[in-house]
């Protein structure tokens, strides 16, 4: 498939389905684009390829150039002199497409996200994610551990994910050390995995109480060892939720390990997405709650720390 950034994505999943094994030959996808839509059907791929572990190539057009390749610096010249600057970084110099309504700027999210210590694979993490046996499945990485943490839980069970992220917050900057990601799992086991995921790391939670969030008080187990902040992601408290944690990631108030799921779901957020009716992607809305968990679960000095 050519050019999936001006393919609608309904489209592009249904063609998904048509490549098949044939005796020794092995059904191949390759799906190709110019990355021009922030929120396009690229980006969605882009996120898909981070939680099954798909292989992403980028190359341009320095890399057929003479003296090494067949294109001439001249044609180079005369193409540059066609295209509209915009085009040209987009389509030909791999720049990221426009920033323009993106609910975070850019280059605060690259600098929120770094390189974990201990690397993990996309396999690896595939597999966490998925609960295979033997692999905690909370814990997808290494981190620093202190006393004080606040926990974000956004839950799901159907179409979305069932995100819990932990910060540890007596550091400057608040540094994620836990994340747990999940769905379609029988409620009781879910709130089981968090529950230990509490546990683990005391301090005060929130979650999202809108929606399935809700069915939580059906299971008093998890309720009676934890206290959950309620918060219920409408109107106000929505808008005041996501702006205070936008200016937190902008103010350089919380650094993560760079997992590509929760990068992407950063880097190509909308404002649509979190104010105007849009979908929220999981991670942020989790990480959103935890720093909120922060902000409202504590009482003065709790922490030793002022800001």
């Known amino acids: 498939m050519d050019e999936i950034d001006e393919m609608e994505l309904r489209i592009l999943e249904a063609a998904q389905g048509q490549p098949m094994d044939r005796g020794m030959v092995r059904a191949h996808t390759v799906m190709s684009s110019t990355h021009q839509h922030a929120n396009g059907t ?16 980028r190359w341009c057009y320095h890399e057929t150039m003479e003296p090494h390749g067949w294109l001439s610096t001249a044609q180079v010249r005369r193409k540059k002199l066609e295209l509209s600057q915009r085009m040209w970084v987009t389509e030909y110099e791999l720049q990221e497409p426009s920033a323009e309504g993106r609910a975070m700027d850019p280059d605060a999210v690259d600098r929120m996200f770094e390189a974990p210590a201990t690397p993990i694979s996309q396999d690896a993490l595939a597999r966490i994610w998925r609960g295979e046996a033997g692999i905690k499945t909370h814990r997808i990485f290494d981190g620093p551990r202190g006393p004080w943490y606040t926990v974000g839980v956004d839950w799901a069970q159907k179409r979305d994910y069932t995100v819990a992220v932990v910060f540890r917050c007596d550091t400057r900057p608040f540094r994620v050390v836990a994340v747990y990601r999940t769905h379609r799992l029988p409620w009781p086991e879910m709130t089981e995995r968090v529950g230990s995921l509490l546990d683990e790391y005391e301090g005060p939670a929130a979650h999202d109480n809108t929606g399935a969030g809700a069915a939580i008080r059906e299971f008093p187990a998890l309720a009676s060892r934890h206290q959950l902040l309620d918060v219920t992601l409408v109107g106000r408290d929505r808008t005041d939720l996501f702006r205070n944690y936008i200016g937190a990631v902008e103010r350089g108030e919380i650094v993560c390990p760079r997992i590509d799921v929760v990068y992407n779901d950063h880097k190509y957020c909308t404002e649509e997405d979190l104010f105007y009716g849009g979908h929220p992607p999981d991670t942020l809305v989790a990480m959103a709650l935890a720093y909120h968990a922060f902000k409202t679960g504590r009482e003065p000095g709790d922490f030793g720390i002022s800001i």
């Open 42 to 57: 690229v980006t969605a791929m882009i996120q898909r390829a981070a939680e099954t572990g798909w292989a992403i190539h």
